[in-house]
C-alpha cells in the first residue's frame, strides 16, 4: 500500500541515523550557512533532497541567489521557492521572480500562501496552472486565519482540493494525526517536521546543535518504520 513520505528534521548530530530512516531530508538553509558538517553531512547522502528557504523561521527574506547556490552544493533534488506566508500577491511575484534562476533538473515545490480562503483557492490554482512548479507545498500554519486549529484547518483546506494532478508536501506536523493523513483521500506525497526529534527530546525545541539520545531517537524512527507497513 502506497504511504507518505517521512522527511524528519534532526539536529546535526542525529543526522547520519536520519539518513538510514528518511525517506526524504527537507534540509535548512539557514542550518547549511551555520554549519558546514551539516552541509557535508547533506551532500553525502543518496536520499532525495529538498531545500527549505528558511524565511519561515527567519522571519525574513533571504538572498534567493545564495539558496540557490546552496542547493546546487548540496545536490539537492528539490527547492522550496520564496514565500510570504499570508501574502498571495507577493509571493507570486517573488515565485516568478525566483524561477528562471533555477538550474534544469532541479525541481520547484511552490507554497500556498494567501490572507483568506479564497486566496489560498487562487493561490493553489495558479500554481498547478504554473508548468515550472513540480510540488506544492502546504504550511501548517499558512491555513488558519481566525482560529488556531492548524491541523483541523489544514485538513479542511485539503478537501478542496482533491483531484490535483500535482505531489503535495505538507511543510510542518501540527499533530500526530498528521503522519496517518489518508492518501487515497489526499494526494499528500510527503510530510517533514521536527515531531520525531521533539518527542525523543521531551518536547524541548529543537536547533541545529541540540543532544538528542540516538537509541531513544532510533526506537521512534522504528516506531515510525513499522507504521508504513
Request: proline letters at 3%.
Amino acid at each position: 500500500m502506497k504511504s507518505i513520505k517521512y522527511a524528519h528534521i534532526v539536529p546535526l548530530g542525529n543526522f547520519r541515523l536520519s539518513d538510514k530512516y528518511n525517506d526524504m531530508h527537507l534540509l535548512l538553509y539557514h542550518w547549511a550557512k551555520e554549519s558546514e558538517k551539516y552541509l557535508k553531512y547533506a551532500k553525502q547522502s543518496k536520499v532525495y533532497k529538498m531545500l527549505d528557504n528558511s524565511q519561515y523561521e527567519l522571519r525574513q527574506e533571504i538572498d534567493y541567489d545564495d539558496l540557490i547556490r546552496y542547493a546546487e552544493r548540496m545536490k539537492c533534488d528539490e527547492i522550496i521557492a520564496p514565500d510570504v506566508m499570508y501574502d498571495f500577491p507577493r509571493t507570486k511575484k517573488l515565485i516568478e521572480d525566483f524561477i528562471p534562476k533555477v538550474p534544469k533538473g532541479m525541481k520547484i515545490q511552490g507554497v500556498v500562501c494567501g490572507s483568506t480562503v479564497g486566496d489560498l483557492d487562487a493561490c493553489y490554482d495558479w500554481l498547478c496552472e504554473n508548468e515550472r512548479i513540480d510540488v506544492i507545498g502546504i504550511s501548517k500554519h499558512g491555513c488558519s486565519f481566525d482560529s488556531v486549529d492548524y491541523y483541523n484547518d489544514r485538513q479542511k483546506f485539503m478537501n478542496t482540493i482533491l483531484g490535483t494532478y500535482k505531489p503535495i508536501h505538507m511543510l510542518g506536523v501540527n499533530h500526530f494525526d498528521d503522519f496517518l493523513t489518508n492518501i487515497s483521500t489526499f494526494p499528500i506525497r510527503s510530510i517533514d517536521g521536527k515531531f520525531l526529534a521533539k518527542v525523543a527530546n521531551f518536547n524541548e525545541k529543537i536547533d541545529l546543535n541540540k543532544h538528542i539520545n540516538p537509541n531513544r531517537l532510533q526506537s521512534l524512527f522504528d516506531l515510525f518504520k513499522a507504521m508504513k507497513k
